[in-house]
């Protein structure tokens, strides 16, 4: 009998061993109010689907798409705000299978009114809630009547130079008089490859933050164009000061995660992104 519960035993612990570790967000996410998930332009050398495969192997339920990116081989066309209805059902169908909820989408910029209302309409009818862009400042009234319209957040992308919302001052002299709709998705790492502070940066934003790009990022050196991404705590940026100060400005919203390195294999460096984020929220909370 023992050698037969011994048995048992091991397989049950090989059985187990046999999955991946699925890194999951912190239980006490649904308390600060804050979400996590991923920017699909991670996975930017997959299609959509391998994405949502993706952040369901990372136990992450919020996707933030991007467009442009292959649907998948049973799903013709690409991520794409004028797609037909029927691929829309056939990508919700897909992203709800795996447990995983568009939540946001963007960077986007419309040419003109016409477009714009088409990406609002395209986000009602998806169930998107939050719409990341960067209007031409002519295009910024307009775009706020039609969240208000629809009922859905605008979080204004900060790219670096010459974006026209590259640095806080800029965002914020922009939507001076702009409803509540109007918000920003801070991009910490851009923010730190241009020289600004990201927790002043983040205070300046205070209410009108609505999502962000997190991430860390390596130190400049001499020589090298690129500062790229590196697993969270490990590079220049200050994360647990950022979230600290989100935790006192009482931010509720989407983190989204756009890991830009190691394209082909991400997942082990955006687990360990997970783990380093889940320690930090139950220390703060």
């Known amino acids: 009998m023992r050698q037969t519960m011994k048995t048992c035993g091991l397989f049950l612990i090989a059985l187990v061993m046999a999955f991946p570790v699925v890194a999951q967000?912190?239980?006490?996410?649904?308390?600060a109010g804050w979400e996590l998930g991923v920017q699909s332009y991670t996975f930017h050398r997959f299609t959509f689907q391998e994405a949502v495969d993706k952040a369901q192997e990372l136990g992450l339920n919020y996707m933030e798409v991007y467009y442009g990116q292959p649907l998948g081989k049973d799903i013709e066309g690409t991520m794409d705000f004028k797609m037909d209805k029927a691929t829309q059902k056939e990508v919700l169908k897909y992203a709800k299978s795996k447990g995983v909820k568009i939540k946001a989408s963007g960077v986007v910029i419309c040419k003109d009114e016409a477009e714009w209302e088409?990406?609002?309409?395209?986000?009602?009818?998806?169930?998107?809630e939050i719409i990341t862009c960067e209007p031409e400042y002519k295009h910024l009234k307009f775009v706020d009547q039609l969240a208000n319209k629809y009922k859905i957040d605008v979080a204004i992308?900060?790219?670096?130079?010459?974006?026209?919302?590259?640095?806080?001052e800029l965002f914020m002299k922009a939507v001076d008089g702009l409803s509540d709709r109007i918000g920003a998705c801070a991009d910490v790492g851009h923010w730190k490859r241009m020289g600004i502070d990201p927790v002043e940066g983040l205070k300046q934003?205070?209410?009108r933050l609505k999502s962000l790009h997190f991430k860390d990022i390596k130190e400049k050196v001499e020589g090298e164009a690129e500062q790229h991404d590196v697993i969270w705590g490990t590079g220049i940026l200050p994360l647990k000061d950022m979230l600290e100060v989100l935790k006192e400005e009482k931010f509720e919203g989407l983190f989204s995660i756009e890991y830009e390195y190691n394209w082909d294999n991400s997942v082990p460096d955006i687990k360990k992104n997970i783990a380093y984020f889940n320690q930090v929220v139950?220390?703060?909370?």
């Open 205 to 207: 934003y205070g209410s």
């Open 25 to 31: 967000p912190s239980k006490k996410l649904k308390k």
């Open 157 to 168: 992308h900060n790219h670096p130079k010459p974006s026209n919302y590259w640095s806080p």
């Open 282 to 285: 139950d220390e703060l909370f």
């Open 118 to 128: 088409q990406l609002f309409q395209f986000a009602d009818a998806m169930g998107i």
